[in-house]
């Protein structure tokens, strides 16, 4: 079977695909619905599949579609790692937890967020507590999410945060635009003002599942940052944290979004750090696979675009399906080269961790 074939063209062929494949493999499988429906009317879910000893000390966990638009990546790993018959040859001790579609809506509305317009990976703060500032958000806050839109002034804001971004010291434009910020509703990257659907499900899936685990090796998948079609390994806990290390020295490659080795911005609220404190009792050892699709300008005006479409456009337009067709390039190539890089990296990466855990 062509590598090809594990990917899909939509949400719903994602789903068919990822829960056949799961039952075909003989894996448990548990589905959690969410309350808002998809672009066809058609139920939406968070889909997980179970293989190996529940009381396993060692599980590898993977998770697709953290940020929605970004889905068909992982879910195309996901569905080959049970279709290429990977996931039977598990080690000793040892379990696979894939969490298919975390953010479900996003998944099939083709939007980085979620049916709030929340950014999942800066939803997991404390909102007893004052929340993070971004005070870059709030000083380019019209540049970066206009409340009109067009050609013309798209070409304008995309030019002045090109400009900011040469200008200013590295990162710091593009953490004011995707650190997080938790002030506008309608903007980007919006961490929200109470946990998320989402969230809970992540949470409510540790403490039925991973409760017991004395080693956890977590893989998101993401896309958007980077060389097309490379996989940056991004460590959580940043450089020099034990967790941090331990993966290191797994995969000898990682890079760390606050010591400017990443791709990436430093996060507010990102999951995988409140994944691993949720398990306090285990061993974590948790990275972000980022693969790169087009250029950081494209990736930031997909994101900026769509903001302004669902709060203040027509999505049945030539304009908003236009600014969809936009998106889900910038969130995946699809191509048969693009898909082979993503498999490929994600299969190493995987083979490692479960080489590691049960070593």
Not at 279 to 294: H, K, S
Request: with cysteine; glycine share 10%.
């Amino acid at each position: 079977m062509s590598v090809t074939e594990y990917f899909s063209s939509d949400y719903a062929e994602a789903r068919e695909k990822f829960t056949g494949a799961a039952r075909a493999a003989g894996a448990e499988l548990e589905r959690f619905i969410n309350p808002e429906k998809g672009p066809k009317g058609e139920e939406l879910s968070t889909d997980i599949a179970w293989l190996g000893p529940r009381d396993a000390d060692n599980v590898l966990v993977t998770m697709s579609a953290t940020h929605g638009a970004e889905g068909f990546c992982g879910s195309g790993v996901q569905v080959g790692w049970f279709r290429s018959g990977r996931a039977a040859r598990l080690p000793a001790n040892t379990a696979l937890l894939q969490i298919h579609a975390i953010n479900p809506y996003g998944f099939a509305w083709l939007r980085r967020t979620n049916e709030d317009n929340v950014d999942l990976n800066r939803n997991f703060v404390d909102f007893d507590h004052p929340l993070p500032v971004n005070e870059g958000y709030v000083k380019y806050q019209d540049i970066i999410c206009p409340k009109e839109w067009s050609d013309e002034i798209a070409e304008q804001t995309s030019a002045e945060i090109d400009r900011l971004i040469d200008e200013l010291p590295p990162l710091v434009m593009q953490g004011a635009v995707s650190s997080g910020q938790y002030v506008d509703s309608n903007g980007v990257f919006y961490g929200g003002t109470r946990p998320t659907w989402s969230r809970k499900t992540i949470e409510a899936i540790i403490d039925s599942y991973l409760s017991n685990a004395k080693r956890v090796a977590i893989i998101d998948y993401h896309t958007g940052l980077g060389p097309r079609g490379y996989g940056e390994r991004i460590g959580d806990g940043g450089a020099g944290t034990p967790a941090w290390e331990r993966a290191q020295d797994w995969w000898g490659d990682l890079t760390s979004a606050d010591d400017g080795s990443s791709t990436s911005a430093p996060l507010h609220g990102t999951n995988l750090n409140a994944m691993a404190a949720r398990m306090p009792g285990a061993d974590v050892t948790a990275i972000a696979l980022e693969y790169g699709t087009r250029p950081l300008h494209d990736v930031l005006l997909a994101v900026r675009s769509d903001a302004w479409l669902h709060a203040y456009g027509d999505l049945d337009s030539h304009q908003g399906r236009a600014i969809k067709a936009f998106v889900r390039d910038a969130f995946y190539q699809d191509a048969d080269d693009w898909k082979q890089m993503i498999w490929s990296r994600g299969i190493d990466t995987q083979e490692i961790a479960l080489a590691r855990l049960a070593g």
